[in-house]
């Protein structure tokens, strides 16, 4: 059982906000930075999700902040490829050196793969990002299902 990092994200709907979820109804730590507003595609996120706001209102801001300040990042998705900020996400990991994977639905061992990402680094804080709910319904459920088979049920 490897132990469960602190986890972080933008809060923005989807992966971001289904890793937020995962982590408060188990009380762990959590937290990371969002936009200034605290700007979502469903309005303003909920003072439950303890995020600390950028400067910026930009996406792109909180998300670069995200990976500079955690010690990995894990993209989930339902497609296989990426696009618009989860692409983004994967160049200010190597823009900041820091390791990245990318696991997907289609993937058999997705579970497997995370915890092995997660044994092969050190990792007290976990960057979680993805596709928002608009562009992937099903994402939320899948982090929560690879989570929950990583760490175990609680």
Not at 16 to 21: G, K, L, P
Not at 29 to 54: F, M, Q, V
Not at 70 to 84: K, M, Q
Not at 101 to 112: K, R, S
Request: hydrophobic share 35%; net charge positive; proline share 6%.
């Amino acid at each position: 059982m490897v132990k469960i990092p602190k986890i972080v994200s933008g809060g923005q709907t989807g992966a971001d906000r289904a890793a937020q979820d995962w982590a408060l109804s188990r009380n762990l730590p959590c937290g990371g930075w969002c936009p200034n507003g605290r700007k979502a595609e469903d309005g303003t996120i909920d003072p439950k999700y303890t995020l600390k706001e950028s400067p910026s209102s930009s996406y792109l801001q909180r998300t670069e902040w995200n990976v500079r300040d955690s010690d990995a990042t894990v993209l989930f998705s339902i497609a296989p490829g990426l696009s618009g900020g989860s692409k983004k996400t994967v160049e200010f990991a190597r823009k900041h050196n820091k390791p990245c994977l990318h696991i997907h639905v289609g993937q058999q061992d997705a579970a497997a793969r995370l915890h092995a990402f997660l044994e092969d680094n050190t990792v007290e804080t976990l960057n979680v990002a993805g596709p928002r709910a608009s562009k992937e319904p099903n994402v939320a459920q899948f982090v929560i299902e690879t989570f929950d088979r990583v760490f175990g049920p609680f």
